[in-house]
């Protein structure tokens, strides 16, 4: 019983408290690979692709972060344990920093916000600092290219969105209601 209850709280400590990892191969800005194989996506960011302009300045940024460091994988409590292509959702912690944010802060990745997770405010906001920073992505020579090849990520087209997704929904919700008063006055 003792070794039962051991086990299940390690599982729970580890779940709950995230895991202990070398960092041996940094993939993009936005992927890196430990020690024990395991592919790992940053969760709440996306660094441009390594095609994409500024994809090898992120990925070398993301490397001076955390290859070849020991770094704590923390689990995120909204968003899902995996992504579509199986790696780790996960957000980095080395040294006490948060390294998805820092990648943000640093202009070298964007929020991610086409899906919730737990720090969504403080990524949307990390992310308009670097803007108003014009650092990394966001710097005064590549702002409008940067702008147009990423305006899907851009926290303005988030918030855009979400208020036609409010507006559609009240309109259904208008449409129902008439629907149903029409339906009961028989």
């Known amino acids: 019983m003792k070794q039962t209850l051991t086990l299940i709280l390690t599982i ?7 895991t202990t ?10 992927t890196f690979e430990t020690e024990t194989g395991e592919k790992v996506r940053l969760v709440g960011i996306n660094a441009p692709e390594i095609s994409d302009i500024f994809g090898e300045e992120a990925k070398q ?16 409590h909204i ?23 820092q990648m943000l802060l640093d202009g070298f990745a964007f929020a991610y916000l086409k899906y919730h997770f737990d720090k969504e405010t403080e990524y949307r906001q990390a992310q308009i600092t670097a803007k108003t920073n014009n650092v990394g992505i966001w710097g005064s020579n590549q702002k409008a290219q940067t702008d ?18 409010y507006l559609v929904g009240a309109f259904i919700i208008l449409l129902i209601g008439i629907g149903c008063y029409y339906y009961f006055k028989k």
């Open 12 to 18: 729970i400590a580890l779940t709950c408290f995230g």
């Open 148 to 165: 147009t090849q990423f305006k899907n990520t851009d926290e303005n087209d988030f918030s855009k969105t979400s208020t036609e997704t």
């Open 79 to 101: 968003s899902n344990d995996r992504d579509r292509y199986g790696r780790l959702l996960r957000y980095v912690i080395y040294n006490n920093s948060d390294i998805n944010r």
């Open 21 to 30: 990892v070398k960092v041996t191969r940094v993939i993009d800005g936005d």
């Open 61 to 76: 940024h993301l490397i001076n972060l955390i290859d070849g460091k020991v770094i704590n994988l923390e689990p995120d």
